[in-house]
């Protein structure tokens, strides 16, 4: 399923303040931490806490967001569907990189191991 111009328009002006909140309450209801959640952001980014938190109090869009990131070398091995989408299909690299947090939030929620979710094995 490829994504439209308009769905990658709107990944691109959704600030990340806006999406945490979701993150937060889908891997608590099932059991795992903030910490955790922000391990996760940490590995895919490079931000540490304190910097998630500027950006969220910052409502930075995904698209300056992921200007910012550094991210992590082995993104490229985050694969398989999330959200209707097969994740190393969609061509939009903005988009591509918010369906990897969302997919690795969505590993972290179902209680995958975090060496799995990290890709360390």
């Not at 909140?21 to 922000?38: A, D, F, M």
């Not at 304190?50 to 910052?58: F, G, H, T, W």
């Not at 209707?84 to 939009?92: K, Q, T």
Request: aromatic residues 8%.
């Amino acid at each position: 399923m490829a994504t439209t111009e308009k769905h990658d328009r709107r990944m691109a002006t959704m600030t990340f303040a806006s999406v945490y909140p979701h993150y937060l309450n889908k891997v608590e209801r099932k059991g795992r931490t903030k910490e955790e959640l922000h391990r996760v952001i940490e590995w895919l980014t490079g931000f540490n806490e304190q910097k998630q938190q500027e950006l969220i109090a910052e409502k930075a869009t995904f698209e300056t967001f992921f200007q910012e990131a550094q991210l992590n070398q082995q993104a490229h091995l985050i694969t398989g569907m999330i959200c209707g989408y097969r994740i190393e299909d969609i061509e939009n690299p903005l988009t591509q990189k918010v369906r990897y947090l969302d997919k690795l939030v969505d590993e972290l929620a179902k209680g995958r191991k975090m060496e799995k979710i990290l890709r360390k094995g």
